[in-house]
Nanobody, 125 residues
Framework: QVQLVESGGGLVQAGDSLRLSCAAS????????MGWFRQAPGKEREFVAA????????VYGDSVKGRFTISRDNAKNMVYLQMSNLRPEDTAVYYC??????????????????WGQGTQVTVSS
């Protein structure tokens, strides 16, 4: 089992930056590929970014490329999402997720095994 707790959400203005953090506990953190997803009211859960432990492989969703950066600190069991140039359409609940490392990166939320409770990000225009 892996427990995930997100933090760092809040209310910001368009163009601002925000960093989300996800603290993991439980089984060996480095055995998991970590992802960030988001869900706005009335919309499906959307892939934001993911990072593998091995080889530093990264994948980003098209809507956040060039603005968001995912990173991880295996020694601290942490994964981060640095968000820059935020837009009102980035408003959503942001979730941290984990899946077995050997399965690689996936953009499909149903292929992740563990989820945090989410943190709200609201971007005003």
């Amino acid at each position: 089992q892996v427990q995930l707790v997100e933090s760092g959400g809040g209310l910001v203005q368009a163009g601002d930056s925000l960093r989300l953090s996800c603290a993991a506990s439980g089984r060996t953190f480095s055995r998991y590929t970590m992802g960030w997803f988001r869900q706005a009211p009335g919309k499906e859960r959307e892939f934001v970014a993911a990072i593998r432990w091995s080889f530093g492989s990264l994948v980003y969703g098209d809507s956040v490329k060039g603005r968001f950066t995912i990173s991880r600190d295996n020694a601290k069991n942490m994964v981060y999402l640095q968000m820059s140039n935020l837009r009102p359409e980035d408003t959503a609940v942001y979730y941290c997720a984990a899946r077995t490392e050997t399965m690689g990166i996936s953009t499909r939320p149903n292929l992740y095994d563990y989820w945090g409770q989410g943190t709200q990000v609201t971007v005003s225009s």
